[in-house]
């Protein structure tokens, strides 16, 4: 059995591969997750011997985008790795404007838990699978497999039975998908090439007892119902459309194209009323949908201006806070930290102090933004003050900057400032423990 598995494993591990030799295939990861990029880059460099110039690691969406433009990347076929919250906001805006650039692109969302409408909306969008986290490298590998190639004998049937279908090839089609349905009873993946060639051959009835039978086998697998749908447009049956248009919106209930199709069809029925909730609910959608795409702009811009231009940064992340018009959450708080940091680097110390403390109102157990406060106070030689926002750094979290020199050495000079010099000794030593060329830390501990 052990054999088994790994020889299971090494094809896995051939399929990636033979995606970079034969497809020409690369590999981009968005996240600032440490431990997860330093395990992507192990897993595809070290492990399967991947060459570093198609391993990338970027922390924005829009370095991507320019990436994948440049002479070297824009004819490489692309896998993406994209963390699904990423500097507490979501990347679905982001995704489904990817599947709609570029169709063909393999995604992988990262994720440490979801709210499952949202992970249906992400599928049906086109994401190709999803890896929660943390992951190990084997289940890594076999996740990456998996989305640029079924494994297996069934997932190589599927994949030339759809040749077949794309070749009009649709008795071949059917004859294989039978093949697949006895190795496999239920196969949900065969009933829909089975009543796609049916489709396609104008075996009405028999395409939809396929896509029936697919969607009964897997309840909430959406392509059979997408498939239903469409078929009974097709054919001009409004009502058994609507039907499963219906039983779609009950499982994905954030698509908004569905919601405008579905109140197009009571207003054929003359339901206006009914038509016009469903109007509301995608207005509604579209709504939030595209406040997150302006934010993401806003975002961009004000990140590009962080270092030359704070006063316009301070701007652009305060246009993000006022658009929510006092409706803040946790996931609001990096936009707080974000423009404390603006503010500061205008010597806006104070400013920057009140803005952390209305994040506090909204988390008041964030030890970020207590840390933040901290050094806002220390750029004001407010040492006292700077002292007691970072102990309650550390009584929030007592390992604080353990794995950082730089943190840490902060530390040690915002205790030696306040004098106490046994407490910053202490984080002087653990910053020469990560980093022992500090000079910095060595000179300071040495004037203790």
Request: aromatic share 8%.
């Amino acid at each position: 059995m052990a054999e088994q598995n790994r020889a299971r494993f090494r094809q896995y591990e051939k399929t990636i591969v033979d995606f970079v030799a034969k497809d020409n295939g690369c590999f981009f990861a968005i996240s600032h997750d440490p431990l997860f990029l330093k395990m992507y880059r192990q897993t595809l460099n070290k492990e399967l011997v991947i060459g570093t110039d198609r391993i990338r690691a970027l922390g924005e969406e829009h370095k991507f985008l320019s990436e994948i433009k440049t002479p070297y990347f824009k004819d490489k076929k692309v896998l993406l790795l994209i963390e699904r919250v990423l500097d507490n906001r979501s990347t679905l805006s982001f995704v489904r404007t990817l599947k709609t650039l570029y169709e063909d692109m393999y995604i992988v969302v990262l994720t440490s838990e979801v709210e499952r409408q949202v992970l249906i909306l992400l599928h049906e969008i086109g994401v190709g699978n999803f890896i929660t986290k943390p992951v190990s490298m084997d289940t890594l590998i076999e996740k990456i497999a998996f989305t640029i190639k079924p494994q297996g004998k069934i997932g190589q049937f599927i994949d030339t039975a759809k040749g077949y279908l794309a070749k009009g090839m649709f008795d071949e089609a059917i004859a294989l998908s039978d093949k697949i349905l006895k190795l496999k009873p239920g196969s949900a993946a065969a009933l829909m090439v089975r009543g796609d060639a049916h489709k396609g051959k104008g075996e009405v009835e028999a395409a939809e007892s396929s896509y029936a039978e697919a969607h009964k086998g897997a309840s909430l697998y959406l392509e059979p119902l997408k498939k239903l749908a469409d078929l009974y447009k097709d054919e001009g049956d409004r009502e058994k459309q609507l039907s499963y248009l219906q039983k779609l919106d009950r499982l994905s209930p954030l698509n908004v194209e569905r919601k405008i199709n579905m109140g197009e069809i009571h207003l054929e029925f003359g339901n206006t009323e009914a038509a016009e909730e469903f109007f509301e609910q995608a207005v509604a959608n579209a709504k939030k949908e595209a406040q997150a795409m302006i934010e993401e702009v806003k975002r961009s811009i004000a990140e590009k201006c962080l270092d030359k231009a704070p006063a316009t940064a301070e701007r652009f992340f305060r246009s993000i806070i006022d658009a929510k018009g006092g409706q803040l959450r946790k996931s609001d708080i990096e936009t707080f930290n974000r423009l404390g940091i603006a503010l500061r680097r205008q010597g806006r110390w104070q400013d920057a102090v009140a803005e952390y403390g209305q994040a506090l109102k909204i988390s008041p157990d964030d030890e970020n933004l207590y840390f933040n406060t901290a050094v806002a106070y220390t750029e004001g030689g407010r040492h006292t003050e700077a002292l007691r926002a970072l102990e309650r750094v550390i009584k929030l979290m007592p390992d604080f900057g353990a794995d950082s020199p730089t943190l840490s050495f902060n530390m040690g000079v915002m205790y030696a400032n306040g004098r106490k010099p046994q407490d910053a000794a202490q984080f002087l030593r653990r910053t020469l423990e990560l980093d022992k060329n500090h000079e910095g830390a060595r000179k300071l501990l040495a004037s203790l």
